[in-house]
């Protein structure tokens, strides 16, 4: 069985900066690309950052600049270090990796999702 458990986020005020973990564990063979997506109050849930294995990023055009993602193979682990922040990032954060458990298919796999507050 396969778990991500995030952590790292809560309130902060407008231009400040919190940092995301997403560690995953279980009975892994590989994991190949992670990611960060968000979901506001009423809004979809909507792509932030990939990255695949060999370190790859794409990031969306809103977050250009003020957030970067990383990831530690060989902890299982993905980052997303956001700085800037501003209101309109407030959502709850999700982390999703594509892993393979037995070597020969891969599925999606999520966090519980993690809130973030930015407000004065």
């Known amino acids: 069985q396969v778990q991500l458990v995030e952590s790292g986020g809560g309130l902060v005020q407008p231009g400040g900066s919190l940092r995301l973990s997403c560690a995953a564990s279980?009975?892994?063979?590989?994991?190949?690309?992670m990611g960060w997506y968000r979901q506001a109050p009423g809004n979809q849930r909507e792509l932030v950052a990939t990255?695949?294995?060999?370190?790859?990023?794409n990031l969306v055009d809103s977050v250009k600049g003020r957030f970067t993602i990383s990831r530690d193979n060989a902890k299982n682990t993905v980052y997303l270090q956001m700085s800037s922040l501003k209101p309109e990032d407030t959502a709850v954060y999700y982390c999703?990796?594509?892993?393979?458990?037995?070597?020969?298919?891969?599925?999606?796999?999520w966090g519980q999702g993690t809130q973030v507050t930015v407000s004065s």
């Open positions: 999703n990796a594509q892993i393979s458990v037995t070597g020969s298919t891969i599925s999606d796999y």
């Open positions: 279980g009975s892994i063979f590989r994991i190949y690309a």
């Open positions: 990255i695949t294995r060999t370190g790859y990023t």
